[in-house]
């Protein structure tokens, strides 16, 4: 029988019953694992993908699917607020606009009759603030489209800016790699200005109250002057906007249809990402492109694999997450141990190993044209848009599961990552230096996430990485590294979360590099965080965070319902502090004990997945099936062994 550690700090739950907990993830999390050796899981966003994708096919004038439309219909009006009748950005979120208006068209397109109570009801909470006219400009756009609504609505965007030199203030490469691919298609459609087949001729009149409404930004600083002179800008621009040379105007069209053409990613579509795979089928569309030419066909193949059917309701995905759930899945199976999970690990690993991308210097190159390629994307296939992120996890999996096959993609990985470092230390996410910040003052930026600047999520990973293969803090870029994260640990000691919801994400992340950076407990940027995140602990012993933690008059934490990613993200912090045998820890890990279910994992309806901080959420449904075994199997190494200190990256 194994002792229980509630007398020297541990768990209440026996050691034994730690060990039964992760033996019962690990089989199932192996069993989850894909035949040829990786894992993907569902990655689910709000209303507005799924709404997207059945308005997509009534402007192409598809043949109606009327039992898929049924199942999208029924998954619509389940995440349908029962509290403000409309559609939020997350779970249990607040009403917004934008995704209410995109379901409401979705549903009324699908059939629903207006005067359903559920569309009665949804209607009434679009009116009450502002109607169709309060929407951003991505759901103007969709409207416009259809004639359901004014392009005058529509910040102008001119295909001429394709053709602008890279010093001029407004460039694409200035822009992030996720609006640059959702851009440049739709430059061609604000140019021609198509109109949807929409074979029903559904639009949504009904929700437009007459009234002119100011346009908002979910930018986080927009400054005055910026914004002033570019709204001057764009009247300039539409008052201008039948004047362009017709020469001028056919070679920046010819401009962006090739931008899109070299850039396709095959059936994984452009940029991997839903909007920009549909704009590129639009455009292809309203080019007269025929509907078997191989570059549209493949375009419109993309889509549809991003589809979840089930039996009674379905839904799109904005993208595919297998690499990133495949190195955390191999992160959390190494740490379990045993021979089968190590095993398992290294068939993820196997299959991670080809999809280096190594022979195509993507945009990251406009900005660093001297490194040689060598990242990971995220998704199955996105050779232009490696990431940081991926490619510093995947290596410290490799590291940790070393072979000797493994150094020299390990060695590229790392020469890839550290040329892509930015001037002021940190790590963006696919750029270098991409902190144009006056950009996101731009009226069609109203999203405010036009940019890739460093943040301390992917920094502190990028530092991990670096530190767990020996390189010490004393080095120049290791230095630089860490004066960027001291420079961003909130005055409460916490650390913001770009890419996971939200302070707790970026919490544990930086942790994780500061320990791995050498950084003892008792130094005050260690002692600080671990003091935090220790006092926003909830009383049944978890943590958790809404995606409200991203609102722009955020003053400090505020409680949240416990979840099993965001309290396992917390434990993974206080071990990498050196706080394992803290109460705060046994009481985390009795909260995931608890909670798992009979399947051997856990159950997270909430969201913890960051897209646009204000703007768009996810839910990587593979969260709560890896991060708790991870957790759990690293606190029962760390009472077992002889030290308290982690020796990984993450």
């Given at each position: 029988m194994h002792q229980g550690f509630s007398e020297i700090g541990g768990s209440t739950a026996p050691l034994a019953t730690v060990e039964a907990a992760v033996d019962r993830a690990t089989a199932a999390l192996a069993n989850l694992q894909r035949d040829d050796g990786h894992w993907v899981f569902e990655l689910e966003a709000d209303a507005t993908i799924p709404a997207e994708y059945v308005l997509?096919?009534?402007?192409?004038?598809?043949?109606v699917d009327a039992g898929l439309e049924a199942k999208i219909g029924t998954y619509l009006r389940r995440i349908q607020s029962a509290d403000h009748h409309g559609w939020g950005l997350f779970h249990g979120g607040a009403f917004d606009v934008s995704a209410s208006v995109k379901a409401?068209?979705?549903?009324?397109?699908?059939?629903?009759?207006?005067?359903?109570?559920?569309?009665?009801s949804a209607r009434a909470a679009i009116l009450a603030v502002g109607g169709a006219a309060a929407v951003n400009v991505f759901t103007r756009i969709q409207l416009a489209l259809f004639a359901a609504g004014p392009w005058s609505a529509v910040p102008t965007m001119p295909p001429e800016l394709i053709l602008l030199p890279r010093w001029f203030p407004i460039h694409l490469s200035k822009m992030s790699y996720w609006a640059r691919t959702v851009v440049v298609p739709l430059l061609v459609l604000g140019a021609l200005q198509p109109v949807a087949r929409n074979t029903l001729g559904v639009k949504?009149?009904?929700?437009?109250?007459g009234e002119k409404i100011s346009p908002g930004t979910k930018a986080a600083d927009p400054k005055w002057l910026w914004t002033h002179g570019f709204n001057a800008l764009d009247r300039v621009l539409k008052a201008g906007n039948g004047l362009w040379p017709k020469k001028l105007r056919a070679r920046a069209i010819k401009a962006c249809v090739d931008f899109v053409l070299e850039r396709l990613n095959g059936v994984d579509g452009l940029g991997a990402i839903y909007p920009a795979m549909a704009n590129s089928v639009m455009m292809f569309d309203c080019l007269g492109y025929a509907e078997d030419h191989p570059a549209r066909a493949i375009a419109r193949e993309s889509i549809e694999k991003l589809l979840v059917i089930r039996e009674d309701e379905a839904y799109c995905q904005p993208c595919v997450s297998p690499v990133w759930d495949t190195a955390l899945a191999a992160h959390a199976m190494l740490e379990a141990g045993g021979d089968d999970a190590e095993a398992r690990a290294g068939r993820g690993l196997d299959w991670l190993r080809p999809l280096q991308i190594l022979d195509v210097k993507g945009d990251w190159a406009e900005e660093k044209p001297d490194v040689r390629p060598g990242g990971?994307?995220?998704?199955?296939?996105?050779?232009?848009?490696?990431?940081?992120?991926?490619?510093?996890?995947?290596?410290?999996?490799?590291?940790?599961?070393?072979?000797?096959?493994?150094?020299?993609?390990?060695?590229?990985?790392?020469?890839?990552?550290?040329?892509?470092?930015?001037?002021?230390?940190?790590w963006g996410a696919f750029d270098a230096d991409n902190s144009y910040h006056y950009l996101n003052n731009l009226p069609f930026a109203d999203h405010g996430a036009l940019l890739d600047p460093p943040t301390s999520d992917v920094s502190a990973r990028c530092v991990s990485m670096l530190a767990q293969l020996g390189e010490t803090r004393d080095s120049d870029r290791m230095r630089a590294a860490l004066d960027f994260l001291a420079k961003e640990q909130m005055p409460d000691g916490s650390w913001f979360g770009r890419w996971g919801v939200n302070y707790i994400y970026g919490t544990w992340s930086v942790l994780c590099a500061l320990n791995a950076a050498g950084f003892a407990p008792e130094e005050p940027i260690v002692a600080k965080a671990v003091d935090w995140l220790t006092r926003i602990q909830n009383t049944d012993g978890g943590w958790g965070e809404d995606c409200e933690s991203y609102a722009l008059d955020y003053k400090g934490h505020t409680p949240a319902p416990s979840t099993a990613s965001q309290s396992a993200w917390a434990l993974l912090g206080l071990m990498?502090?050196?706080?394992v045998d803290s109460p705060a820890v046994a009481r985390g890990i009795d909260w995931l004990a608890a909670n798992q279910e009979a399947d051997g994992l856990w159950g997270q309806e909430i969201y913890t997945g960051g897209g646009f901080p204000r703007v768009f959420y996810l839910r990587y449904h593979g969260y709560p099936k890896y991060f708790p075994l991870w957790a759990m199997a690293r606190y029962r190494n760390l009472k077992r062994s002889n030290t308290r200190r982690v020796a990984h990256g993450m």
């Open positions: 997509l096919r009534h402007y192409l004038g598809e043949p409401y068209y979705a549903l009324k397109m699908i059939g629903d009759p207006v005067d359903a109570p559920h569309m009665a949504v009149d009904e929700l437009y109250t990971w994307a995220f998704q199955y296939n996105n050779a232009h848009y490696p990431d940081l992120d991926d490619t510093a996890v995947v290596v410290m999996a490799m590291d940790r599961a070393r072979t000797s096959h493994d150094q020299e993609a390990i060695d590229r990985g790392v020469e890839w990552t550290v040329g892509l470092q930015s001037r002021d230390g940190g990498a502090a050196g706080a």
